[in-house]
């Protein structure tokens, strides 16, 4: 993530607005067919009003040995879910509003502490997400990307094995046509970068913007600390 704490963060960010540079943070994930074509399909009701999400990200990330990720608190929130809550709000737009933790560290993990969890998100706009993650899961693994149910009114959207399906009556479906990208990934984070230094204008991706995607990292740990439901404001400040 950006930083490691919140006012790290804001530092950074000030810092780079006080040296009149422009600050990015590299969220490849959303720089890819599949999301940009998600968010098109969402903002055009392809398959009516959006009711809920469900995500679901299950590896067994062994690691090598020394990783300092087999010895850290809540590995997975801290040091991978951030992708998972800035595609959240690019996907749909919103910011998160609250988060529901239950972290927890199964029998046979090799990691120190709790590799896995459960999640209850609320966002801005009232879309309510179920986020289930594990860095221990034996078998039917899912990508990096993971796997995501967007339950809508007149259907769902399917993105799975990196792939994207929409519904086609009760129980078909047909693979979507994805939007063209000459640049995906790492290409056209650096693409976006460099055309926002030329164009004088804040990056997609600005360190300004993923404030808020690491405020839901640091609000999912406090609320697996805690048990309580945390809202991001809170740790926004």
């Given at each position: 993530p950006?930083?490691?704490?919140?006012?790290?963060?804001?530092?950074i960010v000030r810092a780079a607005d006080e040296a009149g540079r422009v600050y990015m943070v590299s969220q490849n994930y959303r720089f890819n067919p599949v999301p940009r074509t998600i968010r098109k399909l969402l903002e055009e009701r392809a398959r009516g009003e959006l009711g809920y999400v469900l995500v679901e990200y299950q590896m067994g990330r062994?690691?090598?040995?020394?990783?300092?990720?087999?010895?850290?608190?809540?590995?997975?929130?801290?040091?991978?879910?951030?992708?998972?809550?800035d595609l959240m709000r690019y996907l749909l737009d919103s910011d998160v509003e609250w988060v529901q933790v239950e972290s927890f560290r199964p029998s046979w993990s090799w990691y120190r502490h709790d590799p896995s969890?459960?999640?209850?998100?609320k966002?801005?706009?009232?879309?309510?997400?179920?986020?289930?993650?594990?860095?221990?899961?034996?078998?039917?693994?899912?990508?990096?990307?993971?796997?995501?149910?967007?339950?809508?009114?007149?259907?769902?959207l399917l993105w799975d094995n990196d792939k994207l399906y929409l519904s086609a009556g009760t129980k078909g479906r047909r693979?979507?046509?994805?939007?063209?990208?000459?640049?995906?990934?790492?290409d056209y984070s650096l693409h976006e970068f460099v055309s926002a230094v030329?164009?004088?204008?804040?990056?997609?991706?600005?360190?300004?913007?993923?404030?808020?995607?690491?405020?839901?990292?640091?609000?999912?740990?406090?609320?697996?600390?805690?048990?309580?439901?945390?809202?991001?404001?809170?740790?926004?400040g």
């Open positions: 950006l930083a490691l704490t919140m006012e790290e963060a804001k530092a062994r690691g090598k040995s020394g990783d300092f990720r087999l010895e850290m608190n809540y590995p997975l929130l801290v040091d991978m879910s951030i992708h998972h809550f969890f459960f999640m209850v998100m966002m801005e706009d009232g879309t309510l997400i179920s986020y289930a993650g594990s860095w221990v899961a034996r078998g039917f693994e899912t990508t990096w990307n993971g796997r995501w149910r967007f339950a809508c009114s007149e259907g769902s693979k979507a046509e994805l939007v063209d990208m000459p640049l995906t990934n790492q030329r164009e004088g204008r804040e990056p997609e991706t600005s360190g300004r913007d993923n404030i808020r995607s690491l405020a839901v990292v640091f609000a999912s740990v406090l609320s697996a600390r805690t048990g309580r439901r945390v809202n991001v404001e809170e740790v926004l």
